[in-house]
């Protein structure tokens, strides 16, 4: 990575002697808290890969929430926490007001998270991260705990930290500092619009502090209050759209069919009847399949349709074309939400010497949101034949249309009512702490920290306890059942099959530490030496208790006739409609902590930093970690800096202590697009286009992944080097260039359901079928020597596979056809998978490269002040290494053993792709000041990224395109009854930019990009 060195001009930054400048001038703050190092005054602070924002940097942007603050952080990676992406998760997302830290994109959780340069507690509510090749449970800091108005500035270490900051620290550190010795009374009041949609946000901020006991007591206030409208999908044209595909640009309509469409289908009912109905019906096709249409839809005009007169009609499943519908129509882009942050920081001056600080912070939030209800999993239980509603349905011949049917629902996923997510999260924080001084001159600060945060998750949902009583149990043969025919809400009884369904989560963090520092413990020929010593005991704690409908309390074979060993309830089926079942976690850690720190002066021109850790984990293998860094400073206007660490992150505290998770989505089938393929596509890279043939469909719904915890998890380990260059040519003026690199090893990932169905596929190639010749030597064979079975789950699945498969349907002589595919691709027959044991490991090694670049100028002319801050951060490399059956699949890919359309995820070059975001991004901040008037003016610019997901057939893969947004800003300053106060009026994203058209769950890639357009803000301010 160094020889970078040698062709790029050295740009980047030394910010700690910039922000000294930019702290003497906005504060009187005495201390400077820098980030990189605990030992006060060590020389060699100024000069590491420190970025800190300001709080003029702050206003330039507008940010207005924490979230969107990190977002203008050129080393912050994508935010898997926000509130678009949170569709996806449903109930296991970390709904509501959330935004997560990654720097570096290295993940969730590989940044630390301090407060006035101490822990923060983890947020109450976590989330999967797509790691590897699935979704991995992941914790971080709420990054909206703290008010943008109550921060002095935001410091934000670009190096590994674990010496100096313990666990966590494997991307970086991101300090929050807020002022805790403000006199004075601030009032702030803002209103917010937007140019494209009527929600408008307002907020009140009030700033508070002043001295008591003649000086000795400061105590200062920070309060906040959002209240932020809500904007519904349906007040855009692209977020309500059906099909995202219509905003393709012609140059790119070679797209279109590789996966864009953002509908949904079987907005009603497809039922499923008796073959033999097909004999009898004209709206049952030739395998018993039927859809329920509302009367209004065209399909409902096709020859035989049966109009139920309850607002729908019967239609032949092949006939009557999909339901699709748009989610957007039931979804908020963002819902209603109130915030309330408060702070209060006490310090008093004993008469003694020593200081006594105090911190006291509470958080709450509620949001409302709507949302699109989840899928009915086929095939739970029966509709009953004596189900009243059937006998309203107009009379055949023989006077009953289901007169002794066993009816099934075989699709399912409401369109006509939403689901409605109330989420409230409250969080408060304690610290009591001394410092003073002895007589030998050692620093000594002591502190105990206590915090809690906690969230209460409520949607309405449909739960399939009351919806088997409705269908299939006593209430079904009554007016009072839920009306299957009848799509009104008001009308058809559906209040009955809803309930509350909950989840509450508390995270917790206990803290004491101790830490005792000398900056002169003795002297070398150039300079003293400095020494830190600390000591530090902390326990975390994490609970997710999920509604009894959730955890496995209230379980389908209790409910709904659902056979235990079934794989419709494996390992236990969650009894909320559309969510994957997941088992109560509560787990602790207890952490013990020591820690050396050195501040040596090598010459009169280098300096150096050496810190040593050790962390003894109650969960976990311990660790001792150090870093090293060096500066030298060529010239007085020039330095070199380098430094290497290593760094510790434990599995987290769900990881461990999940018994087992069960996730349930729709994934590719291997096996059965291998035969699509042959069948249907002559061999050619199938799409999901049905054609009414076998085999038309192998994108299959409802498999479940299964993992049981993470017991043999070793931690991950990682190695962070950099070297760079710090200019200060002229007054004013800094100049940095940073080349670094970590190296991670013992990723904590999964292997990926898609990629297990690709595995599984190549075993069973590699299994054959016995050297038959004909299909009938192959049956002989198969049956007798069947795979293997697992009667736990009732599955099917080969030795060395994590797939269990549903067996082979039977020898009918409709089937019977089919065994020619089976027996063209050399494999035995075999059903659907429906289980994958997708066991939480340790991935190989990941690697991660890039350079930062910052330009600081601060200068004056005859016509104002400006600040000018310009920065970049460029990834150059991002790197996972295989596991070995990933390697083995794509060796036998390159061979052509198994075709090359199959989609393997999750390893190799991740640079750029949709999982990690863009390689590049930059911002630039200016401001201004000219008397009483002043402005500022900040532009974002986010790179491309590629979604991996939809490719043409020839691999090329959807661009993301870059986006670039730009907000300018004004202020007066005036004076009102001699009350210094401001006016300010910011436009946010002045050029109306959106987000790039993408495959996310609004037609754009939320965790990457925000798409409000041009927005604004009124500000009014007021000191007293």
């Not at 702050?58 to 203008?72: K, P, R, S, Y």
């Not at 009554?478 to 799509?487: S, W």
Request: glycine share 8%; net charge negative.
């Amino acid at each position: 990575m160094y020889k970078k060195l040698f062709f790029v001009f050295p740009l980047v930054i030394s910010t700690y002697s910039f922000s000294q400048d930019a702290e003497s001038k906005d504060s009187d703050v005495e201390e400077v808290i820098t980030v990189g190092s605990q030992i006060k005054g060590a020389k060699i602070t100024g000069n590491l890969p420190v970025t800190v924002f300001s709080i003029d940097d702050i206003e330039a942007t507008g940010a207005l929430d924490g979230d969107e603050l990190l977002e203008n952080l050129v080393e912050q990676g994508m935010n898997y926490f926000n509130e678009q992406e949170q569709t996806s998760g449903g109930v296991n997302a970390s709904r509501g007001d959330s935004g997560a830290y990654n720097i570096r994109s290295m993940g969730v959780g590989n940044t630390l998270t301090l407060l006035n340069g101490r822990r923060m507690v983890m947020n109450a509510g976590y989330q999967t991260e797509f790691i590897g090749g699935d979704f991995v449970p992941t914790l971080t800091v709420n990054s909206n705990l703290i008010p943008t108005n109550g921060l002095s500035r935001l410091e934000i270490l670009k190096d590994g930290a674990s010496a100096i900051y313990g666990a966590d620290a494997v991307a970086g550190v991101v300090n929050n500092v807020m002022d805790t010795d403000y006199e004075g009374l601030s009032i702030s009041l803002r209103g917010a619009g937007h140019e494209h949609f009527d929600a408008t946000d307002r907020d009140i901020s009030i700033k508070y502090g002043f001295t008591m006991n003649e000086g000795a007591t400061n105590i200062a206030m920070f309060l906040k209050h959002r209240d932020r409208g809500r904007i519904e999908a349906c007040e855009d044209e692209r977020w309500c759209s059906l099909n995202a595909e219509e905003f393709i640009p012609d140059h790119l309509s070679e797209f279109i069919g590789t996966g864009l469409d953002n509908g949904y289908n079987y907005g009603w009912f497809q039922i499923d009847l008796p073959k033999s109905y097909n004999s009898d019906y004209t709206w049952v096709d030739s395998i018993g399949e039927s859809q329920l249409f509302p009367i209004d839809h065209p399909s409902c005009s096709t020859a035989g349709a049966l109009d139920s007169g309850m607002g729908t009609c019967l239609v032949d499943d092949k006939l009557g074309g999909d339901f699709d519908y748009s989610p957007g129509s039931l979804r908020d882009y963002r819902g209603k939400m109130t915030r309330a942050n408060a702070f209060v920081f006490i310090t008093h001056q004993m008469e003694n010497g020593m200081e006594m600080f105090a911190e006291v912070g509470k958080y709450s939030s509620k949001s409302r949101k709507s949302s699109t209800h989840g899928g009915f999993r086929a095939g739970i239980f029966s509709i009953h034949e004596d189900y009243y509603w059937f006998d309203q349905l107009p009379a055949d011949e023989d006077g009953e249309v289901f007169s002794g049917a066993t009816t099934r629902i075989d699709g399912w996923r409401p369109y006509n009512r939403g689901r409605d997510l109330t989420i409230t999260k409250d969080s408060y924080r304690y610290l009591l702490g001394f410092r003073g001084v002895t007589e030998s001159n050692w620093d000594w600060e002591s502190a105990v920290t206590y915090s809690k945060a906690a969230s209460n998750d409520i949607s309405n949902r449909i739960v399939y306890q009351n919806l088997y009583q409705h269908l299939a149990g006593d209430i079904s043969k009554t007016p009072a059942a839920f009306n299957i025919f009848d799509v009104n809400s008001e009308t058809n009884n559906e209040d009955g099959i809803y309930v509350d369904v909950t989840r509450d989560d508390t995270s917790t963090l206990a803290m004491i530490d101790f830490k005792m520092t000398n900056p002169e413990l003795y002297n070398l020929p150039a300079g003293p030496v400095g020494m830190l010593l600390g000591f530090e005991w902390r326990k975390e704690e994490y609970a997710d208790d999920r509604s009894p409908y959730l955890d496995g309390q209230i379980s389908n074979s209790d409910c709904c006739g659902v056979s235990a060993n079934s794989t419709n309830n494996h390992p236990f089926t969650s009894n909320a409609m559309g969510s994957s079942p997941t088992s109560d976690v509560f787990g602790n850690k207890n952490v013990k902590s020591a820690f050396i720190e050195f501040s040596i002066p090598v010459t009169d021109k280098i300096d150096a930093q050496l810190a040593v850790r050790h962390e003894s984990f109650s969960d976990s293998d311990n660790a001792t970690v150090g870093k090293f860094a060096i500066n030298y400073d060529v010239f007085d206007w020039a330095t070199i800096r380098a430094s290497t660490s290593t760094s510790f992150r434990p599995p987290n505290l769900v990881q461990v202590n999940q018994k087992e998770v069960a996730r349930t989505g729709s994934k590719n089938d291997a096996v059965l697009q291998l035969l699509s393929s042959a069948k249907n596509f002559n061999g050619e890279a199938p799409s999901s286009e049905k054609d009414g043939v076998f085999i038309d469909d192998f994108y299959v719904l409802n498999s479940i992944r299964y993992a049981t915890g993470a017991e043999k998890l070793v931690p991950e380990e990682s190695t962070n080097s950099s070297i760079g260059f710090v200019l200060q040519p002229l007054d004013g003026l800094t100049i940095t260039y940073d080349v670094w690199a970590i190296e991670k090893e013992n990723t904590i990932g999964l292997f990926g359901r898609n990629n297990h169905s690709v595995y599984d596929l190549l075993l069973r190639k590699e299994a054959g079928i016995g050297g038959a010749t004909t299909v009938a030597e192959m049956v002989t064979y198969c049956k007798a020597n069947p795979d293997l079975y697992d009667a736990g789950v009732d599955a099917y699945y080969i030795e060395g596979s994590a797939v269990r498969r549903d067996a082979y349907w039977g020898s009918s002589d409709e089937k019977n056809a089919h065994n020619e595919l089976f027996f063209d691709a050399g494999i035995c027959p075999v059903g659907e998978q429906d289980i994958i044991r997708d066991e939480y490991l340790n991935l190989a090694t990941r690697e991660v490269e890039g350079a930062d670049v910052s330009i600081y100028y601060d200068f004056d002319t005859d016509f104002g002040s400006f600040k000018v801050t310009v920065a970049s951060s460029i990834t150059d490399k991002f790197y996972q290494t295989p596991v070995p059956q990933f390697q083995v699949i794509q060796d036998e890919i390159a061979a052509g053993a198994i075709p090359a359309y199959f989609t393997i995820e999750g390893y190799g070059n991740l640079l750029q792709t949709n999982d990690i975001g863009a390689d590049q991004k930059d911002t630039i901040k200016v401001n201004y000041r000219n008397g009483d008037w002043g402005g500022s003016f900040s532009a974002l610019r986010i790179g491309e990224a590629y979604d991996l997901g939809n490719k043409l057939t020839d691999g090329t893969p959807w661009k993301i395109e870059s986006m670039t947004t730009m907000n300018l800003g004004v202020y007066k300053k005036l004076e009102i009854n001699g009350n210094k106060a401001r006016i300010k009026l910011m436009i946010k994203n002045i050029a109306d930019e959106r987000a790039p058209l993408a495959d996310g769950y609004l037609g754009f890639f939320s965790d990457m990009h925000r798409d409000l357009g041009r927005n604004y803000y009124l500000d009014f301010k007021i000191d007293l």
